[in-house]
Structure formats: C-alpha cells, structure tokens
C-alpha cells in the first residue's frame, strides 16, 4: 500500500485552486478520458442533491485524482463501474449525518486511522465543511451523502494504486 504524505496532498490542492477557467477546463477533459466512470458515479449518485453539491464534490473528486495521480507519478489504472459499486457497498455502513464542523465529522465517521489514506481523506473533510478558509453551504445530509461518495472515490483509487 502507497501511503499518500500530506506534502503532496497540500501541494496538488493549492496548484489546483490556482488553475485559471481555460487550466480548469482543460484538465476536466483529461480526466473525463481518464476516470470516466468515476466522474459518472459521482455525478449519478448526487443526483438530485443540489448544484452546489454537485459542483463542490466534482471539484473535490478532480483535487482527489489529481493527488492520486502524482502520488502514483501517472501509473494508476481506470476504475471500473464494478469496482466502483464493490467499495460503494462496503461504504454504504458509514451513512450517518455529520455535524457542520470537521472536528465533529472526525467524531462521527470515526478516527482517520479506519481509513487506508488519511491525508487525502482529511483533505476532503475539510473542503467539504469549509475548514479550507472558504465557506461552504451544504446542508448535513448534502455534507454526508458528497463524503461518502468522495470515499468511495478515495477507497477505488487506492485499490487501482496497489493493483
């Protein structure tokens, strides 16, 4: 298992945040070529939960391939719908509603030890209930139902590292 350091979690976040709308765009285009499938999965499964929601968590999940993609130095193989929907199950146990905090969300879906990669799974957190320094606006149920997807997302990423 390649533990993914935070150096390159902060690092990628902060290149991201400073890409411009043509770096932006461009770059979603290679990922649609990429990770097809996740961006599908994502975008299937918060259906109906808000453009926000939905414009928060595709931008989280592009950060998050993007970590991936440097930690593995370009060597990470497409997820696969059924892979995908494997590690969905297996996340499907932790629905709970978090509290608006990340200290809170910590308490409620458990310590970052129960997680295969703690840094980028923080990352997510944070982003998600606005530790960052940028509010976000999502209610609880939006804030629960974008973390375990973008788990979901971490956990077949991960699994694609080590196959």
């Known amino acids: 298992m390649l533990l993914i350091e935070n150096e390159i979690v902060e690092s990628v976040w902060q290149q991201v945040a400073a890409y411009d709308a043509e770096q932006a765009s461009r ?3 290679e990922l649609r070529g990429s990770q097809a499938e996740l961006i599908e999965y994502v975008l299937v499964t918060l259906d109906g939960m808000g453009e926000e929601t939905l ?3 595709i931008y989280i999940m592009y950060v998050v391939c993007s970590i991936f993609e440097r930690a593995s130095n370009g060597k990470f193989k497409q997820v696969t719908n059924d892979e995908i929907l494997s590690v ?3 996340n499907q146990q932790l629905r709970l509603t978090p509290k608006p ?3 809170a969300f910590h308490e409620k879906y458990g310590t970052l030890e129960q997680v295969r990669q703690p840094y980028v799974t923080t990352y997510v957190i944070d982003a998600l209930v606005g530790e ?3 509010p976000v606006e999502l209610t609880q149920d939006q804030t629960g ?3 375990l997807i973008l788990r979901t997302v971490i956990d077949a990423l991960d699994m694609a590292l080590d196959e």
Do not use: N
Request: glycine residues 6%.
């Open 27 to 29: 770059s979603m285009d």
């Open 55 to 57: 414009e928060i968590a």
């Open 88 to 90: 969905h199950q297996s």
């Open 101 to 103: 905090s990340a200290r």
């Open 132 to 134: 960052d320094g940028d």
């Open 145 to 147: 139902s974008a973390y």
